[in-house]
């Protein structure tokens, strides 16, 4: 099986892919707070594989991206001593023989490469891929697979967040998509001026950069907050909460190969 881990600013997540029937079938994730990440690593991935019959052995290969240099250290060195195998992380060299590319390979972070690798492969075509993150990314590709550009805003969870943390008499709550935009008490004032806010925001960018480069493009959804604004569910041909997994599984297994070559 192939093990796909994605380093990210709050989660580090873990899934299996199988050959076989070619699909997902696991998937766990842990705190990525790097104070408590290497007890979680010795204690809670061992004990997942165990409950689920899983042995280190049936592990053939490992890819791994992250954005949080903090991580990379800890995450290898676990890879070397449960696994018996170091993993292959994603980094500007990856790209070099994909059919995707990009002007700044050192500054895009590799999720979004690997969003873009996963999604070329299906479409080949200009895409927008929205991803649903710790951070809210609009990632832009041309008809010839190569990156445009990226902007960036604080993501759904970030923005709830700030208002809980930045304010006296707010709280936090729940991400659900009220039935009105117009709040009739605190917590669903939060959630109409967040989620009908959002949808707001998406729906402008892709407007804008739509009319900037005037191509046709094919608007995928990403990422573990994706399918919470139900509004939007329309603008998108696709939501694909493997996208960067399978981005990661591709970009590995075409540099493995090159490297045999």
């Known amino acids: 099986m192939f093990l796909a881990i994605d380093a990210g600013n709050s989660n580090v997540v873990f899934a299996l892919f199988d050959p076989k029937t070619e ?10 707070k790097t104070e408590l990440l290497i007890s979680q690593l010795t204690k809670k991935v061992p004990l997942y594989f165990l409950e689920h019959s899983i042995s280190p052995s049936d592990i053939s290969e490992i890819g791994f991206s992250t954005v949080v240099p903090e991580v990379q250290g800890p995450i290898q060195e676990f890879c070397e001593k449960f696994f018996g195998k170091a993993a292959y992380q994603i980094g500007p060299k990856s790209y070099k023989s ?13 999720d979004l490469m690997c969003n873009v690798m996963a999604a070329w492969q299906k479409y080949q075509q200009a895409l927008i891929i929205v ?6 990314t609009f990632t832009v590709v041309d008809d010839n697979g190569k990156v445009l550009g990226v902007n960036i805003v604080p993501g759904l969870q970030t923005a709830i967040r700030s208002l809980f943390t930045s304010t006296s008499k707010l709280p936090e709550v729940p ?5 009105s935009a117009i709040g009739k008490d605190t917590i669903h004032a939060i959630q109409a001026g967040i989620l009908y806010g959002y949808t707001g925001l998406v729906r402008g960018m892709l407007e804008t950069i739509r009319s900037e480069k005037e191509l046709h493009f094919k ?22 909460r493997y996208l960067t997994l399978n981005g990661i599984r591709w970009i ?5 190969k090159s490297n045999q070559s």
């Open 23 to 32: 699909k997902w079938t696991n998937q766990f994730r842990l705190e990525t």
């Open 98 to 110: 994909l059919p995707i590319s990009t002007i700044r390979p050192k500054e895009i972070g590799t």
């Open 131 to 136: 991803d649903f993150g710790t951070a809210l």
């Open 175 to 179: 991400l659900k998509v009220p039935k």
């Open 219 to 240: 608007v995928i959804a990403t990422g573990g907050l994706s399918a919470i604004l139900t509004t939007l569910e329309k603008d998108f041909e696709e939501i694909d």
């Open 252 to 256: 590995t297994q075409a540099n493995q």
